[in-house]
């Protein structure tokens, strides 16, 4: 999906073909124009990856556009805001990005993200095993320290009924968490950000629990408390959120199946390329498999 989600900024170095060619840069040497850009730019395989993904963006818009709303588009753009906090206009910048470019990109994924939707049949066995491994949206609060030891003493000291906020704040490496508890931000079983050791002994606590024994992660030691945890309930009050899942472990994970969706996306789209010098810019996607299941 990466490849299909090129920075906008990249777009920004397309050129429209007018019947004139401007000049884009002058130099004691002669200018250089549009045209002579354009004929340059073409011939990269960045340059074709930006037309690839300029064709997509038009037939997406075209075949999807309606079910994809500025409204959502300001809901996924505010949480990675929320997300990020303070730091979140600096690694736009550090991007070469803007908060309009940054939307169309979002725009872009959600437009992609329908098109697999659309061309997905989920079976009851996909939903049995997706399940599994299904737990509800946790907020945790953890205590992360450099050595063992020290975490088992901790682990005492909650036993002897000291507030794990206190002793989060006096003894948490964690600087983004500590002085609010050791509070990390509610995840579930989908969460790519915290390790796999941390999400399961997470996972088994109850609400109100905290880990008896220090968490090992390649970040040191952990005490984990478990602040918030709904009940898992039944596999039928979560099927659409289990379809999504589903939805978007395909998005970034399953890149084959991402491929056909978009093969069959090109097709419908009726695309012509009229330079003959680009005429197979799209073969790849226009010749491969268009199943998916």
Request: glycine share 4%.
């Amino acid at each position: 999906m990466k490849k299909w989600l090129l920075a906008f900024t990249a777009l920004l170095l397309t050129v429209g073909l007018a019947a004139c060619s401007k000049t884009v840069a002058t130099t004691s040497g002669g200018k250089v124009t549009e045209s002579d850009y354009y004929d340059s730019m073409k011939k990269t395989s960045s340059g074709k990856q930006i037309l690839q993904q300029m064709i997509l963006e038009k037939v997406l818009e075209k075949q999807y556009g309606n079910k994809v709303s500025d409204k959502k588009v300001n809901a996924q753009y505010k949480t990675y805001a929320k997300q990020y906090g303070s730091s979140f206009a600096s690694i736009l910048s550090q991007n070469s990005m803007t908060k309009s470019s940054f939307k169309k990109q979002i725009r872009s994924t959600l437009l992609l993200r329908e098109a697999v939707k659309d061309n997905t049949k989920i079976s009851e066995s996909q939903l049995k095993k997706q399940w599994k491994s299904y737990e509800p949206k946790t907020t945790v609060a953890h205590i992360l320290v450099a050595k063992e030891n020290t975490a088992k003493d901790i682990i005492k000291r909650l036993q002897k009924g000291e507030s794990f906020s206190s002793l989060a704040k006096k003894y948490s490496t964690d600087t983004a968490t500590k002085n609010n508890g050791g509070k990390l931000s509610a995840f579930d079983n989908t969460d790519t950000s915290l390790d796999s050791t941390f999400k399961k002994a997470a996972f088994a606590l109850k609400q109100g629990e905290y880990t008896t024994t220090p968490v090992k992660t390649s970040y040191g030691y952990h005490v984990i408390k478990v602040l918030k945890k709904p009940a898992k309930g039944t596999m039928n009050e979560h099927k659409n959120e289990l379809k999504n899942q589903i939805i978007d472990d395909k998005m970034n994970n399953d890149s084959s199946a991402l491929q056909a969706v978009i093969s069959k996306v090109l097709k419908k789209g009726n695309v012509s390329i009229k330079d003959s010098d680009l005429k197979d810019v799209l073969s790849s996607y226009l010749s491969s498999s268009s199943s998916s299941n």
